[in-house]
């Protein structure tokens, strides 16, 4: 694990407060007129004479105007630091928030091209209908491992294909075997930008994007932020014409050259945006605009086939321990109807689910 800058701020030592500062320069004005007086300074190494120094100085008279002076000057010194932090505009709750990258955020990345393989072996064999989209991570990987990058980053990519095939799943598996957070978005019900890039100060409702809060809680630069049915968010737009749709506040953020430095509208500050993957959905590609699609790597999938559906079940209902008679009547109805019915992972989903519930209602006498 690697740390990196993640924030454009300054963050000052949190143990120089006004107090402290109060006391350094106090201490220093005292040196100062004891020198000024003829005191003896005191000799280095000798403890008794510095005892005796501390006596002189805190002999030196010092009036209620010398100490309303030095603590103008400790004001003044911590408001600069304020100002040079990028952090001078923000609320004390806000900055707090923020406090955390003082040391910077983490970068979660691969180990080895051999730990790759095993990642891609992994999901492979848990979604093995999902081939297309586990090579593209299985070489951006080995790739990210070949170019010594202090953390892995997916390429943007968007899973295009029938619903009900996995996509989201194939997401869940991959931040688990990553060790990273997993910010999941619908485009169906947050269709503004506002959920991605957060919204202004002014708003009554104002607050950071998803993305953005799922790093200040988790501490790691490169999460996996999924995006489900991308196609189907709108663009709402505001009294004045604005738009503020979903695909347009994704364009800064897709392109890792301007993802480095982009300004959160929230806090005004900018973050280093670039590490995150980001992993989209969709049913159909024919809303999407040309410059959005151009920022991505597109893999179309197909949807299941009988034997997929068949080892789907058979794996989850070992998990599930249903008996053989429960899952050959799940195997019998997917043979009859996944063709005129169109079956998909949700389908068989429930058929286990009724089927395990069953297994473990109580008998009636």
Avoid at 24 to 37: P, S, V
Avoid at 178 to 190: D, K, N, Q, S
Avoid at 269 to 286: A, P, R, Y
Avoid at 299 to 326: M, Q
């Amino acid at each position: 694990m690697t740390k990196i800058k993640f924030i454009d701020a300054r963050f000052a030592d949190p143990d120089e407060t006004e107090f402290s500062l109060k006391r350094r320069f106090e201490w220093h004005l005292r040196k100062l007129r004891a020198l000024q007086d003829g005191v003896s300074p005191k000799a280095p190494g000798d403890f008794e004479d510095e005892l005796r120094w501390n006596e002189d100085l805190i002999a030196v008279p010092f009036s209620e105007k010398d100490r309303n002076k030095v603590l103008r000057r400790a004001r003044r010194v911590m408001g600069a630091r304020t100002k040079a932090s990028g952090l001078s505009h923000l609320s004390s709750d806000d900055r707090r928030a923020l406090e955390v990258f003082r040391n910077g955020a983490d970068l979660v990345g691969i180990g080895s091209e051999h730990r790759a393989d095993e990642i891609a072996a992994a999901i492979h064999a848990e979604m093995p209908w999902m081939a297309a989209a586990t090579d593209f991570l299985w070489k951006a990987m080995r790739r990210s491992v070949r170019a010594g990058e202090p953390g892995f980053r997916l390429p943007p990519v968007l899973l295009d294909g029938p619903p009900g095939i996995g996509k989201s799943a194939w997401s869940r598996e991959l931040s688990r075997h990553l060790h990273v957070p997993r910010c999941g978005i619908e485009g169906t019900a947050e269709q503004a930008s506002f959920v991605v890039n957060g919204s202004q100060r002014g708003w009554g409702t104002a607050f950071p994007g998803r993305p953005l809060q799922t790093i200040v809680q988790s501490l790691c630069a490169n999460p996996i932020v999924v995006i489900d049915e991308i196609e189907k968010a709108g663009t709402p737009t505001s009294t004045k014409g604005q738009a503020y749709g979903l695909t347009d506040g994704l364009l800064p953020l897709l392109e890792p050259s301007s993802a480095a430095a982009w300004k959160c509208p929230y806090y005004q500050i900018g973050f280093d945006m670039s590490w995150i993957s980001w992993v989209l959905t969709s049913n159909s590609l024919e809303p999407l605009s040309a410059p959005f699609l151009s920022r991505l790597e597109v893999l179309r999938l197909t949807r299941l086939s009988k034997g997929d559906l068949i080892a789907f079940a058979e794996r989850e209902g070992a998990k599930r321990i249903l008996s053989e008679a429960a899952l050959g009547a799940i195997y019998q109805v997917i043979e009859q109807f996944s063709d005129t019915h169109q079956l998909n992972l949700r389908h068989v989903s429930r058929m286990l689910a009724r089927a395990e519930a069953e297994a473990s209602s109580p008998l009636l006498h």
